[in-house]
């Protein structure tokens, strides 16, 4: 997984940028630019140690200001917190970096010439716990696991692929990656909780190979594993070597040999632990589960469940009353892989709504067709297939599309994979640009004066 980048702190401790008015913080004095060292006497390597060693009944704070260092002292509520916000959520590097060269590794497949931080493959437990980040526990020392036991850090977010050894480490390609079954053993011993998936390639650790992995992780089922997504393999026209997608076909023979597990686990724990993702059902042709198969959804950030949120998210909107009535006209665009379904829902909510839809699939050039998904569609892509075209009053492309620049002059969300802002795509459609995340903020945006190129 690419993580944006930032540059390598210069100096120890947190920047601060920021401070919660009425806060702990406020209230002894610390200021944006300060730097955070320590807290009573611990050295602060990230976030992390900020909320751990922050959460004592009585802090000592070793900041550094202009140059000056001082300490001062606070008691603190269970429930309060400092209310800092820091320039990077680590302050010793900006990001561990990857050092497996999996075969299906996504950043590998990138194409040339996009920013920098779409390079970085990461592997940072870190990012584990703090934002969901799948990784592969093969980098962590011995420092790492003291870290872990110290505070509990959990849940945790595991690419394991397979549970054979050998299997596993051709996937990964890294000769010396440690048995995953063994690690996630320690971790149930640390009251460790782990998210896991495997992602699968055609031949290699499906079949009889994802029986024996599925076995392994439900021996480990609370113990420490807690769910296991089943994701696809995703491709770009970049990608090296002979891997494929699944077919149609092979995707309904996944869903059939997952389901049986799922059935066992429902029957044994009442909760179906084996979860495929979305993928399958779309690429297979057939309805996803309803939402009480998802358990509360513990994948979702992986693909798993956001089909069936949305549509639970539209069968909501049509029962809660009277449509608003959206009399303005847009066009919407998409991924090849969800255009079938969400037609079929514009066309539904044109209807209720009276508002002037159409829907574009957009196929993926600069990925390559293979690429079907939304989130990686880019904004030349989208304007090739939308010059030309009546497109009503404005355009609303998926907030998935869009991502932050970071470090230097950082913004939120708001840049194309080939870094087009909203405005630059709305300079070149000649009509506004607006993204929405969902139905509901969809049916803001209609309702709502068109906001040029922004957000």
Known sequence: ??????????????????????????????????RLLSING???????????????????????????????????????????????????VDIRRC?????????????????RAL???????????????????TNLTADDWARLAEQRLGPLYVSVHATDPALRRRILGRRDAPDVLAQLRRLAELGIAVHSQVVL??????GPRLEQTLADLTALYGQPVESVGIVPLGLTRYHPGPLRTYTAEEARAVLDQLEPWRRQSRA???????????????????????????DGFPQLENGVGMVRQLLDEWAEMQRDGEPPRAAGSATLVCGTLIAPLLGRIVG??????GADLRLVPIVNRFFGAVTTVSGLLTGQDVVDALQGRALGERVILPRAMFTGRYGAGATPPGYTLDDLSLDDLAARLGRPVEMAGSLAELMDRLNAPSAGGRS
């Open 201 to 206: 390639i055609p031949g290699l650790n499906d």
């Open 99 to 115: 050092a497996n060269n999996c075969l299906f590794c996504f950043v590998k497949q990138n194409a040339p010439g996009m920013r």
């Open 42 to 92: 611990h050295p602060l390597r990230d976030v992390i140690d900020v909320q751990f060693y922050g959460a004592e009944e009585w802090l000592a704070l070793r900041v550094e200001r202009n140059g000056r260092r001082f300490t001062v002292e606070i008691g603190r509520d269970y429930d309060e917190t400092l209310g800092l916000a820091f320039a990077h959520p680590t302050f010793d």
């Open 119 to 137: 390079y970085v493959k990461d592997d940072d437990y870190r990012y584990s716990f703090l934002s969901g980040h799948f990784v592969t526990l």
């Open 348 to 353: 539904e909510m044109a209807a209720w709504s």
């Open 1 to 34: 997984m690419a993580l944006s980048r930032s540059a390598r702190p210069s100096a120890p401790g947190g920047l601060i940028t920021a401070v919660e008015p009425g806060s702990l913080a406020a209230e002894i004095g610390l200021e944006p630019g300060d």
């Open 268 to 294: 044994r724990w009442g909760r179906p632990f084996v979860y495929p993702s979305d993928e399958w059902y779309l690429v297979a042709g057939r309805e996803v589960p309803p939402a009480a198969e998802y």
